[in-house]
């Protein structure tokens, strides 16, 4: 069954959601029903928690060494500058990749599955009891395979129901977990 892959209605949020997931892959892996969080989110709790960690620890240290509690201000400010960088620049690069074009051919076969993207023209083939899990999640649609090395394959959400219907009239005995 071929599934053409052109439009995604919430492109920025599917790709945000692909960061996320591909941030706690292996944690994902190890516990499927993981709460997985957009990585701007993500991202942001981290510098919620460097602020609340660092004024915490620097009002502790301020009673017991005055320069000690300035060093480690210090160091909280350029863990959070880096941090607040890094997301300026993550969302930049979201920003640019929700606007390009590029479609994709998904095919679904009784013994295969391919991915081919035109824009890049990559492909990626893999045999389906290579297939681990399916992960359903709020934008994404993830392949997770066996082979932990191998990169997951990422379909946005609005090809659910084609997907399904490929692995229902295969009768596909792939393990579907939803969030």
Do not use: W
Not at 27 to 42: H, S
Not at 56 to 84: H, P, Q, R, W
Request: charge should be positive; aromatic fraction near 6%; hydrophobic fraction near 45%.
């Amino acid at each position: 069954m071929k599934i053409k892959i052109d439009e995604i209605k919430e492109k920025k949020k599917y790709l945000d959601e692909v960061c996320g997931i591909r941030m706690h892959l292996n944690k994902i892996i190890k516990n499927p029903n993981r709460k997985i969080l957009l990585f701007t989110t993500e991202i942001i709790i981290r510098m919620i928690l460097i602020i609340l960690v660092g004024v915490g620890i620097t009002l502790i240290l301020k009673d017991l060494n005055i320069k000690v509690a300035y060093v480690f201000m210090g160091i909280s400010i350029l863990a959070e500058i880096i941090l607040l960088i890094n997301f300026i620049k993550t969302h930049q690069l979201l920003n640019k990749m929700a606007k390009e074009k590029g479609d994709s051919l998904l095919i679904i076969e009784k013994e295969k599955v391919s991915l081919k993207n035109n824009h890049t023209a990559i492909t990626i083939d893999f045999p389906i009891d290579e297939i681990d899990f399916l992960l359903i999640t709020k934008y994404t649609i993830t392949i997770i395979r066996k082979d932990q090395s191998k990169i997951p394959v990422f379909i946005p959400i609005d090809y659910k129901e084609d997907i399904m219907k490929a692995i229902d009239k295969y009768q596909l005995k792939i393990k579907v977990i939803e969030k």
